[in-house]
């Protein structure tokens, strides 16, 4: 198959002419207008929002999305400036003024009343747009005009209605103004100003890729002055969003350098990382460890090699041990405050409890390892004719009943040229009973 033959048939697919385009700019021009019952429309659609974002419900931010007749004029926008028409342009400017004014004011007195005052994660995910926001906002304003100008735009324009989510950030810039956040409220707003400017600007490309039939702007010095307004306004929507993106981009970069570093460097059989946070101010990284301990040359090795996972200048602190455990601890009494106690709050403290016991337990085991070793260079020093010593930490079960003791049991091992009386051998236990400050020790004589 030639080239030819391959445009032929991409163009079979993907080629597509406006239906009409007298009915499509008189739909568009229709939809500008707020008045009436579309004014009250958006009204409702900004309390479900608001309604919404406050609950954290996204099933409720989609549904007053859907309802939003916010697409009107900011599409009216993009075709007044395609086709050329100072009418519509002025009609969809100031019904889209008056519609983003309305909703403002409507979202700032809901959260101006609500006792729910307490900013949720759907609420602040509109806080901060990013790169990606413009190109979301992009592509739906291109979908949706696309949708206007054919006949399939039956599931389009709910779907852009959605994707580039208008209502959100106008409810998040109300109560960024009823709590006195003005961070949330400029981030909010700039947001929705990003979705404003690239539905109409897909929109204005869409009506000169199509060929719409355009009334001059002037003369053609005005003409070339609306089109770099244009462009200057969509670079400088950009510029802002760019820098977010940026900064995010390197915030999720270190986020997956410190979870690199804790499973590589102090992850290891028979501990858990229950936690960690990263002090940016203090250049600390702090990890909460349960269950073995870390030992100091691992985490000094760890210390070493935090450059590797562009952590220079940190410093890393380790809590474990009971302090470990009394963090757990605390970490689960804190969840469990003023709350019904939850089964992942039970299984929580259940942790704790089990790990505690746990780091007993081992703690009694291997404390005699290193005892043992301490203690047969001085043992060896006292009693000459000592060789060897073992410790350990035994359970007795009697096979007879159910009945179990537990004692600490010293195997000495002695030399066979020398002799060694009773009378030694007593000062050798009180000797080992001493140091070892066991309730009960055995010593078996070998």
């Not at 919404?52 to 007749?69: D, E, K, Q, R, Y």
Request: glycine share 8%; charged share 20%.
């Amino acid at each position: 198959m030639n080239l030819q033959a391959l445009q032929d048939k991409a163009k079979e697919y993907f080629h597509w002419q406006v239906a009409d385009e007298a009915a499509v700019v008189q739909e568009i021009s229709e939809g500008v207008s707020f008045r009436g019952p579309t004014l009250w429309i958006l009204i409702f659609a900004i309390f479900i929002a608001s309604l919404g974002l406050n609950v954290n419900s996204t099933a409720v931010i989609i549904g007053a999305m859907l309802v939003s007749p916010l697409m009107g004029p900011i599409i009216g926008m993009g075709l007044a400036v395609g086709i050329g028409d100072l009418e519509l342009l002025k009609r969809s400017g100031r019904n889209f003024a008056v519609a983003t004014a309305i909703s403002v004011l409507t979202a700032m007195v809901y959260f101006l009343l609500t006792p729910l005052g307490e900013a949720q994660s759907e609420l602040l995910a509109r806080t901060s747009p990013t790169i990606y926001d413009v190109l979301i906002a992009f592509c739906g304003g291109a979908a949706g005009f696309i949708a206007l100008c054919t006949r399939g735009k039956g599931n389009v324009i709910p779907g852009v209605a959605i994707a580039t989510a208008l209502m959100p950030p106008l409810c998040t810039a109300g109560y960024g103004l009823a709590t006195g956040h003005f961070l949330y409220f400029l981030g909010a707003f700039y947001l929705f100003f990003i979705n404003t400017v690239f539905i109409s600007l897909s929109t204005y490309l869409g009506t000169r890729l199509l060929h719409f039939h355009r009334k001059p702007l002037g003369t053609p010095a005005q003409e070339l002055r609306t089109r770099r307004v244009i462009a200057v306004l969509a670079a400088l929507t950009v510029l802002p969003s760019v820098f977010m993106t940026v900064g995010m981009v390197r915030q999720g970069i270190f986020e997956n350098n410190v979870s690199r570093f804790i499973k590589k460097e102090l992850q290891q059989q028979g501990t858990r990382i229950i936690s960690n946070e990263v002090n940016r101010d203090s250049l600390v990284l702090g990890v909460v460890a349960v269950g073995r301990e870390i030992s100091a040359a691992k985490m000094e090795d760890a210390q070493r090699r935090m450059e590797d996972y562009g952590m220079e200048g940190y410093r890393l602190q380790v809590i474990q041990g009971e302090q470990g455990d009394s963090a757990l601890m605390r970490l689960a009494e804190t969840a469990a405050e003023g709350k019904a106690m939850t089964e992942e709050r039970k299984q929580i403290l259940e942790l704790s409890t089990r790990n505690n016991d746990l780091h007993e337990r081992l703690t009694a085991y291997t404390r005699y390892e290193t005892m043992a070793t301490d203690m047969g260079a001085e043992l060896r020093a006292a009693f000459p004719q000592v060789e060897r010593l073992s410790l350990a930490n035994v359970l007795e079960a009697r096979t007879d009943t159910a009945a179990t003791a537990r004692y600490v049991a010293a195997m000495v091992k002695l030399s066979a040229r020398a002799k060694t009386g009773a009378d030694e051998r007593k000062r050798m236990e009180d000797f080992l009973r001493a140091r070892t400050q066991a309730d009960s020790l055995v010593v078996i004589w070998r």
